[in-house]
């Protein structure tokens, strides 16, 4: 060994850390610190009381201190034991010493650990003491005093020491995992090791001793083999000293192999590490045979051992070193994962509103202002109200327990407790009575209310308040909601707001005759989305037979109305557009369903904020996906013209475009059976119901009478599926709405309108002129062939493989129906593929270019 290498072993593994001179003085101040705390504090223990009075005399030079370090070992005893936390107070001065070998570098304690000991004693054991001393003396301090002193006022001694007690408890279990569990599994593996041993010192029979006897024999000659005189030789030349002997005998009980052990020479490590020793055996005690160890390495990580002038008769395994190390938890994340957060990281999440930054949400301040809308209460009226009401049922025998009034904008409601034994039956059956006897119209008995034990009836008000649009979209409660589609209809008989959310509706159906608020019920919920969604993230498909109803909403067109990509206008008047738009919107719906599947989402929240986190690419046919709200002002007039054409695409559209984010306002002044059908109810769970003619017509709607009895000018129920509610809606007028749609339509929209998937209706199939091949799309082939081999005439998936927009797609299927490689259109359906394989095909193509 030259000495180079002998000097590489002989210097300390230390010799590289040098410590800096700040770092060393910092660290030696912290230790002196903590001595002086603890000396300070034991000499205060010790003449506390001495030393507690001249705790505020230190610049008295007349008065001595008993305290090793004077006065300011007084001041110090007393901040920290008296006034503060007793003899916890010495865990401080310890904490100093951690902190001072810290700065060192002398890991004498673990750090964390530590702490986290030192805080929870700190914390304890001045209560603790406290508790114990009864608040006598400075072991406690006044902070242990203190909190003893709260705690035994409010649980008492026995509760006090309760929690003492179990903190200790669970404090040592934790720490020492002193579990029944892991206590058992402690004993049941010491017991295991024990029987192992004593059956190992039993030979099980004959043929077992044999095989020991060989395994001996065998490990006896292998360990001779490998320590040569000549390792002797080579290690003096290294300052080792070697000194050889013979062993002593040693007596291996009877049945228990022999550990074969060299008798030529013993190897003694020598303090500058430079000794040789022999290769390991790995030796197993078992009738298996002997597998020697090649080198220290496979042996995972064996350090020399100690000198022993005994022979070791241990097994091998006993001098080998088992370093276990726990792998951290690391996210696992897959490439497109990966791909998402580094986007994130440098992009920020994509902004839909991009488009439109500077678009400005319209201001409150458009809508009028009609004054002072709180409810004046009129004593005499309630109280004459109240005097006819018991007076009509205690003509017809029904007594009453108790009963009082809630005053809403339109309606009060009087809601009666009848005494025992009253039918409930029998109010409900005097509703006309009542109505008679108060001269009003609008009378309502709800028999009985729903989660109370009484029976309401519903009384028109002489002289009602109006409920304005602005106040109610002022109002704290729809500014700070944080519903996806925020719809304010008006307030409660109990002058309470009410919203709902058209999301979670997901479609709602409205009745009314003509005059008794239906259209200004549209325009609320129209004008309540457009105060709260931004063109991004909000498109409507407007409806309007009557051609006047909707053509106030014409000017947002570029910011929130869709429409077909060949219309002239985005609010639809003319029944056959309605029929190719209502069709569109399926298309657009199985296409918004095939992203959903396509990104593994259940919903469109789901699936935008899975955009927005970039994880979705926009190259495959992802894209933002904004809310569509479907709105249909006169339902019966479509049905009349059109029938089974509109009722089908509604009726699915409303089974199932909830999830991805489209969603229906159907409204209508004949809630007749023909016109509300079965199919449609059924999917319509959220129904408005004003004012109608007849009970008939309040049953279509609302399932139960009821409509026919309210008072018009807004007054209307609403049934969510459980409960119906009587709801003044808010009132927006014409030039309110004007206003809106003006400031809307002067800020920069987009180029368009949204457009909707193209539809070439069965009657249009038949146009598809002759095909030339000269005026054929670039990717006609590539489309053909994609057509082909996946025998799928579909229009959505060519635009996903070929990453085009729906127009461009839709007119090279065109193409491909007019050449003869895909048949007519099939409705929902795909379409036939006329080709049956790739290599005719190639032929088609072929003769083409000819």
């Not at 010799?15 to 060393?24: D, T, W």
């Not at 020598?270 to 290769?279: L, V």
């Not at 593994?600 to 690419?617: D, P, T």
């Not at 400031?743 to 909707?756: H, N, P, R, T, V």
């Amino acid at each position: 060994m030259d000495k180079k290498t002998q000097k590489k072993q002989t210097e300390s593994p230390e010799a590289g850390k040098i410590l800096s001179k700040p770092r060393i003085f910092s660290g030696l101040t912290f230790i002196l610190l903590s001595v002086v705390l603890a000396f300070s504090f034991i000499s205060y223990l010790m003449n506390w009381k001495a030393d507690q009075s001249q705790a505020g005399t230190m610049l008295d030079k007349s008065i001595k201190s008993s305290n090793i370090f004077g006065k300011a070992g007084d001041w110090l005893g007393n901040i920290f034991i008296f006034e503060s936390i007793g003899i916890a107070s010495f865990i401080i001065a310890f904490l100093f010493l951690v902190v001072g070998t810290l700065i060192l570098k002398k890991k004498i304690f673990k750090p964390w650990k530590t702490f986290g000991h030192s805080l929870f004693f700190i914390c304890w054991l001045p209560i603790f003491m406290g508790a114990l001393t009864k608040g006598q003396g400075v072991l406690g301090g006044v902070y242990g005093y203190q909190v003893m002193d709260y705690l035994n006022s409010i649980i008492g001694t026995v509760g006090l020491w309760t929690v003492l007690v179990s903190s200790i408890l669970l404090y040592f279990i934790l720490e020492f995992n002193l579990r029944p569990s892991s206590i058992k599994a402690k004993l049941d593996k010491i017991n295991e090791n024990t029987i192992g041993k004593v059956k190992s010192m039993i030979p099980d029979s004959d043929d077992d001793f044999e095989a020991d006897e060989e395994l001996k024999e065998e490990a006896e000659e292998t360990a001779a083999s490998r320590v040569t005189v000549s390792d002797v030789t080579n290690s003096t030349s290294n300052n080792s000293i070697n000194t050889v002997r013979e062993p002593e005998p040693v007596s291996i009980p009877k049945g228990f192999p022999e550990v074969p052990v060299s008798t030529d020479i013993e190897t003694i490590t020598t303090p500058n590490h430079t000794s040789f020793e022999a290769e390991p055996v790995s030796l197993n005690l078992s009738a298996k045979p002997i597998v020697p160890v090649s080198t220290p390495e496979e042996a995972f990580d064996i350090r020399p051992s100690a000198p022993s002038s005994a022979v070791n008769t241990a097994p091998a395994q006993e001098n080998i070193k088992f370093n276990i190390e726990v792998a951290p938890v690391i996210d696992i994340l897959d490439d497109s994962e990966k791909q998402s957060q580094e986007l994130v990281e440098k992009h920020g999440l994509y902004d839909h509103k991009l488009d439109l930054a500077k678009f400005q949400m319209p201001p409150v301040e458009l809508l009028k202002d009609y004054g002072s809308e709180e409810i004046s209460i009129n004593k005499e009226e309630l109280e004459e109200n109240k005097n006819k009401i018991v007076g009509l049922l205690k003509n017809f025998n029904v007594g009453i327990a108790e009963i009082k009034a809630t005053i809403g904008p339109t309606v009060t409601l009087y809601e009666i407790v009848p005494e025992a034994g009253i039918r409930v039956a029998a109010i409900k059956k005097l509703q006309d009575d009542i109505a008679l006897n108060l001269s009003a119209l609008g009378i309502r008995i709800i028999a009985p209310m729903p989660g109370k034990g009484t029976i309401g009836i519903e009384v028109p008000r002489k002289n009602p308040t109006m409920v304005s649009m602005r106040s109610v979209i002022a109002s704290q409660k729809f500014q700070n909601t944080d519903m996806d589609l925020p719809v304010v209809f008006g307030k409660t008989i109990s002058n309470e707001i009410f919203m709902a959310d058209l999301s979670k509706m997901p479609h709602l159906l409205m009745a009314g005759a003509t005059g008794q608020g239906k259209s200004v019920g549209i325009n609320a919920i129209l004008t309540s989305l457009l105060y709260k969604k931004h063109p991004s993230e909000l498109k409507f498909v407007m409806v309007d037979p009557k051609k006047v109803e909707l053509s106030l909403y014409s000017k947002i067109e570029r910011h929130y109305l869709a429409k077909l990509p060949d219309a002239e206008e985005a609010i639809i008047t003319d029944t056959n557009k309605v029929i190719n738009t209502l069709n569109s919107l399926c298309i657009e719906m199985d296409t918004r369903y095939d992203l959903l599947k396509n990104a593994f989402c259940k919903n469109l929240k789901e699936y935008n904020k899975k955009f927005a986190e970039r994880k979705l690419n926009p190259e495959n046919g992802h894209r933002f996906l904004p809310y569509i709200v479907l709105v249909v002002d006169e339902f019966a007039d479509l049905i009349m013209t059109a029938g089974k054409e509109v009722e089908l695409p509604i009726a699915r559209l409303a089974q199932l475009a909830r999830a991805v984010g489209i969603h229906l306002i159907v409204a209508t002044q004949r809630p007749s059976v023909n016109v509300i059908t079965g199919m449609i109810k059924a999917n319509f769970p959220a129904r408005a119901a004003f004012r109608v003619i007849s009970s008939v017509d309040s049953r279509t709607i609302l399932d139960s009478p009821g409509a026919d009895q309210l008072i018009g000018k807004g007054d209307m129920l609403y049934f969510n599926g459980n409960e119906i509610l009587r709801l003044q809606c808010a009132f927006v007028d014409t030039p309110e709405v004007e206003r809106l749609a003006e400031f809307i339509g002067e800020q920069k929209g987009y180029a368009s309108a949204f457009l909707l998937p193209e539809y070439v209706s069965e009657d249009s199939t038949s146009t598809v002129g002759a095909f030339d091949p000269n005026e054929k799309d670039a990717l006609f082939e590539d489309a053909a062939r994609i057509i082909v081999s996946t025998q799928q005439g579909s229009t959505s998936m060519l635009q996903r493989q070929l990453k085009l927009g729906y127009n461009r797609a839709g007119r090279i299927m065109d193409q491909l129906e007019a050449s003869g490689i895909v048949g007519g259109f099939n409705g929902a359906k795909a379409r036939e593929v006329l080709i049956s394989d790739l290599h005719s095909l190639e032929q088609f193509l072929e003769d083409l270019r000819s």
